[in-house]
């Protein structure tokens, strides 16, 4: 064979192995600013406190201060639900659901509804949940105007408090009998009066995929199956002083510390303390939400790292052309 001829054999070679590698090279910088872009997240955990009936900003990532009184809440700040840029926070002495901005913490309607001793607020679509404790019941009403739907959507339970809608089932926690009761979020009808038990007060629900994870005033956080009700660990965090408070973020939980005033942080799938002290100098924290936001500048960096994997790939050998 000729010269030119083992050439341009030898380019074509190359001409196929580099398309090639360009293509696995693509395929692997995607992958990567995939799994990049997935855990790549900062955060707000905003956190209720009913000691100065206030509503805090912190750093979901580190626990810094970003403002420790971004709201002020009314008479005994109790629970929070975010929906949009809407922030409701419920005020049992006040009796009212008060609606904030929550971009700028401003007071949009202090009494959004109005509810004697209300207690825990869920969201499903444009549906807001609201139990009263003390009137053992939970009402649905409109989220965008605080209009009722059903006042008494479902009734006599034993003082609810912890509410979540998973799929078009309400779960409700009756904190004096110690059991999660299960209903159609739709009708009020009952699906299961005794959905969990063997629980201790329960007080908040946080729902991640299928599981249900239970605060119990008593100091404790277990884990269920929020289809069957089946524990997967009931002793998944213990130990905690005067429990108020849960929220999770990707494989971190939240949970308030009430007697010592702080929150700490635990993994999602053991239970282990991550930071038992995680945010410190509040003032008996009740309730969280957190919110998870992209890191800024982020995409860019990864674009370039992809745009740097493809061109070390199809760079020719050294003494040769591209052609």
């Known amino acids: 064979m000729k010269r030119t001829q083992k050439t341009k ?65 009314g008479a005994y700040t109790d629970n929070i639900l975010l929906s949009g840029n809407t922030m409701f926070v419920t005020s049992p002495q006040s009796n009212a659901v008060a609606e904030f901005n929550a971009t700028t913490g401003a007071l949009i ?24 404790f003390a009137g053992s019941t939970v009402g649905v009403y409109n989220a965008t105007t605080g209009a009722a739907l059903n006042t008494s959507l479902v009734t006599g339970l034993s003082f609810p408090q912890g509410l979540a809608v998973w799929g078009n089932n309400l779960l409700v926690g009756n904190h004096n009998n110690s059991t999660v009761s299960e209903y159609n979020a739709t009708t009020g009808a009952m699906i299961t009066a005794n959905f969990i038990t063997g629980l201790s007060f329960p007080t908040a629900f946080e729902l991640q995929g299928n599981n249900l994870y239970i605060l119990n005033a008593t100091g404790s956080v277990g884990e269920y199956d929020a289809a069957t009700g089946a524990a997967v660990n009931a002793h998944l965090i213990m130990g905690l002083t005067g429990a108020g408070g849960l929220a999770i973020s990707g494989n971190d939980i939240f949970v308030g510390n009430q007697y010592n005033s702080t929150v700490g942080e635990y993994d999602a799938s053991t239970g282990a303390t991550i930071n038992a002290n995680f945010i410190t100098g509040l003032n008996v924290p009740s309730s969280f939400v957190v919110v998870e936001t992209p890191e800024p500048g982020s995409s860019g960096v990864l674009f370039a790292f992809a745009l740097g994997a493809v061109a070390l790939v199809t760079r020719a050998p ?3 052309r591209m052609s």
């Open 9 to 73: 054999a030898a380019t074509g070679l190359f001409a196929q192995a580099r398309a090639l590698n360009c293509a696995s090279a693509l395929r692997a910088a995607f992958l990567a600013m995939c799994a990049m872009t997935a855990t790549a997240r900062a955060g707000i955990l905003y956190i209720a406190q009913t000691g100065s009936n206030i509503v805090g900003e912190f750093n979901s990532t580190t626990g810094a201060a970003i403002k420790r009184s971004f709201i002020f809440g």
């Open 318 to 320: 050294r003494g040769q």
């Open 109 to 132: 309607n202090n009494r959004f509804i109005t509810l004697n001793n209300v207690s825990d607020i869920a969201l499903s679509g444009n549906n807001l949940y609201v139990s009263a």
